[in-house]
């Protein structure tokens, strides 16, 4: 037997478990597709560690960290620029011998989000979460868990508790930095107007 023979095999079992949208960003088409969880522990062990002290990630960084590790993974076509059978991409940069650098797929598109605003970011990811809750309801479907196997359908809510609490969680770290932004805002525009009364006097 041929490892190809039992990948057709397996093939019906791959397809279910994995899913595809296109969205629109600012006129840009992106095609967003699930990942595997394999891809989620390597998300999980690129995240940065939240700390109370100098050396640790703030909260926000670990939010924008954790959704461009995903996106970097999810995106695999832009417009009519397909990256779906794409592992490496060359830079402008050579070696010494004149070859080409080349960095993952992955790590090219997590630099072109680098750019993105807020926003946008913010945008993408929650089309992200929504093609995970499109896939999860038609597997529900297709899998018909029964109501007398409490165990599975437990799990199942656990795992949809997670995802709502992540995404909660998400939210209020954003907002809460929205609010400290307008503060500091506030308290420079205060202060920029006592100076100029005091230049005045």
């Known amino acids: 037997m041929k490892l190809s023979d039992l990948k057709s095999a397996f093939q019906p079992l791959l397809d279910v478990s994995h899913k595809e949208k296109i969205v629109e ?21 690129s995240l940065p560690v939240i700390s109370e002290g100098e050396e640790g990630a703030s909260a926000m960084e670990f939010v924008d960290v954790f959704r461009k590790e995903t996106l970097s993974r999810s995106i695999i076509q832009v417009g009519e620029l397909n990256l779906r059978q794409i592992e490496y991409v060359e830079t402008e940069d050579k070696t010494s011998s004149g070859v080409s ?9 997590h630099q072109m989000m680098e750019g993105w605003s807020r926003p946008i970011l913010t945008s993408v990811f929650n089309s992200f979460t929504d093609l995970v809750e499109e896939l999860e309801q038609e597997l529900n479907s297709i899998l018909l868990i029964s109501p007398s196997d409490s165990e599975a359908e437990v799990e199942v809510l656990k795992e949809r508790i997670n995802d709502i609490e992540r995404q909660d969680a998400m939210k209020k770290v954003s907002d809460h930095s929205k609010d400290i932004l307008k503060e500091v805002s506030d308290i420079k525009g205060g202060l920029f107007d006592e100076a100029l009364r005091d230049a005045d006097s």
Not at 25 to 45: W, Y
């Open 25 to 45: 960003v600012a006129g840009v088409s992106l095609t967003l597709r699930t990942i595997s969880p394999k891809e989620e522990a390597d998300i999980q062990n």
């Open 101 to 109: 650098v080349k960095v993952r797929k992955e790590e090219a598109v």
